[in-house]
């Protein structure tokens, strides 16, 4: 039997004279069942990138095991298949999430998330195929800055992907959905060269640095004390 695999913590956080609360993602353990769950989130989020020609998306069906993980169908009713992979680099902090500190430098979190997707990358041949990473932990939320940081690296390179997404999931239905390859550099941006970029410090919260005071079906509710 395979080792079971960490979990993490990831969902909205919010204020309230108790403390600090967060909505956990219910996300299911088992692999088929995560990666439909996921791939759903996706096919939601997605709407919003209005100038994807691929988009909408729609009917995510898992693939057998040897495949790529999902087939979608694209705006033109073609079908596509789309690969999944969790950024949780959890081999640079022991193995375990308590482990993960809060803050990161952008240029940290995008050399980590580049070599991934050129692992991934170089596993394919052709380009016909969609590569979607995502998070299931709030202490690896990747930031703005950083997936344009990430557009830089990747900025003329040739990958086995037509398109690479990023999606930080906010509900088991809902989630922000970015496109990372290929992409212009953002104009918002534009002032900033890459090593500034790079040195900039991501402040997060990993919610294991704050005491747990309290559980009810409303949320997770921690005690800032």
Known sequence: MQPKKPQGV???????????????????????????????IFVNGSRRLASDPLVPFSDPKLNPECDLDISITVANGQRRKLELVEYAPLDLFGGKYANVPSN???????????????????????NSNLLLIYTTENAFSVPSPALELIRRMLSGQKLAFERIYFLSPH?????STSLVYPREPHDWYARWDSMYLASRV????????????????????????
């Open 10 to 40: 990831k969902g909205p956080l919010g204020i309230s004279p108790a403390g600090m609360t967060i909505h956990p993602v219910e996300f299911p353990t088992a692999k088929p069942e995560r990666e439909l769950l996921i791939a759903n």
């Open 104 to 126: 990161h430098l952008t240029g940290d979190v995008a050399k980590s998330i580049v070599k991934l997707i050129k692992k991934k990358s170089a596993h394919y041949a052709g």
């Open 171 to 175: 509900s088991t239905t809902e989630g």
């Open 202 to 225: 991501l402040r997060g919260i990993n919610v294991r640095d704050i005491q747990r005071s309290d559980e009810n079906r409303e949320g997770i509710t921690f005690s800032l004390d």
